[in-house]
């Protein structure tokens, strides 16, 4: 035993000896060592403060008290004063992606709203998830300052990916210039490194200052008038296709690969939903806050037609056909990024005031990018309107999964017969492209002419005829 204890003391011994050189440089004085001593004498006894004073690495043994002190003015005790960071204490939070929807696995991050240094809350934005639906937010989880951005625009992360770091304390000033400066120094070279930098440039330089004058020797041949002249590389600019516009490519791809797409067209007489609009759209403001528009009057027709031919509100799924009971009526909306088609839930049980209300949220929404995975999931039939833009006429898409799409066009005055004279009037082609395996073309027809019928008259509605 007492040989272990030895062998204790010694590595004891030691360990005191690098403490002691590893020390900090405060004073300790005489007096105070002495003082130290003998309050520990007073508290602990003779035999106990060697115990102690062996722990911290000298050697021990029962000694009387001059040696202690002695003992305790040679070594002084050393104190370790420890300070936790504030990772430790969670000061450090991460911002990380958040859930995107059932059907979305993984976005790229398109854009950072908030750099090193700025000042963040709760909730607020400090980066935008590009997806194949919509435009997600990241929001900050704590109020502080962004300390570190961990990605990169451009890259692919998936929900829960760390992206951000943010200091709640607001610690970021501090840190930020010691980070900035060692990649300051490792980026300017020494002296002597910048005069061998300097003088092998002119060495690398010089061998084509000799040979430019053999160059002129071998002029360049000359193209064959057969070549064609293409534009150099220089006048061309190559951009990254966004993930929306990659996933509307390739739903119209699939579209016109699996539907056998077969388009009818009519042509609408607007003088009668015109002259409506024109007489209510006062009293229509000034009673509900919102402009009586044309979309109402064609989703109510299309509703009403739907009604009349369900089979175009139907889809085919494997060998069988899905009659939808509901009817849900997605819209067509062109943005800078791309098309969206968010949806009217039971555009059936709306009046013209809630259908004019929803299309103008969704369609505000749609140009903010602030649309949800909700607001443009289903839809049993599409509608687009590319008379907006000034199109006559059009073949559109099929909008999968559903079975049909209508195509509204410009409104153009041209002369028509009405009771045996030409008389000039507003007219409107439509187009219905559907899909052929499911449709016929007599369901088609029809379908289309109800539309027309409704919107000529639009009492019809009222009197459900």
Known sequence: MWAVSRRRVSSSSVLG????????????????????????????????????????????????????????????????????????????????????????????????????????????????????????????????VLEQLVAKVGDTVEPGTKIAVISKSGGVTHVAPSEDKPSKEASEPCPAKAKKVE????????????????APSLPPPKPSAKEPQLPPKERERRVPMTRLRKRVATRLKDSQNTFAMLTTFNEVDMTSLMKLRSDYKDAFFKKHGVKLGLMSGFVKAAVSALQNQPIVNAVIDGDDIIYRDYIDISIAVGTPKGLVVPVIRNADRMNFAEIEKGINILAKKANDGSLSIDEMAGGSFTISNGGVYGSLLSTPIINPPQSAILGMHSIVSRPMVVSGEVVPRPMMYIALTYDHRLIDGREAVFFLRRIKDVVEDPRRLLLDV
Do not use: W
Request: net charge positive; glycine share 6%.
């Open 199 to 214: 003088t092998k440039k002119p060495k690398a330089e010089t061998p084509p200052s000799k040979e430019k004058p053999t």
């Open 17 to 144: 000896q690098s403490f002691r050189i590893a020390r900090p440089s405060r004073c300790y004085s005489s007096s105070s060592n002495e003082a130290y001593a003998k309050t520990l004498v007073s508290r602990k006894g003779t035999s106990q403060v060697a115990g102690i004073v062996g722990s911290l690495g000298f050697p021990f043994g029962p000694r009387p008290l001059r040696d202690v002190i002695s003992f305790v003015q040679r070594y002084p005790p050393i104190f370790v004063r420890t300070r936790s960071f504030s990772a430790d204490s969670g000061e450090l939070v991460d911002a990380a992606v958040p859930f995107m929807g059932e059907s979305i696995t993984d976005g790229t991050l398109a854009s950072f709203l908030k750099h090193p240094g700025d000042r963040v809350e709760v909730d607020e934005p400090i980066a935008q998830i590009e997806t194949d639906k919509v435009t997600i937010d990241v929001s900050s989880p704590e109020a502080g």
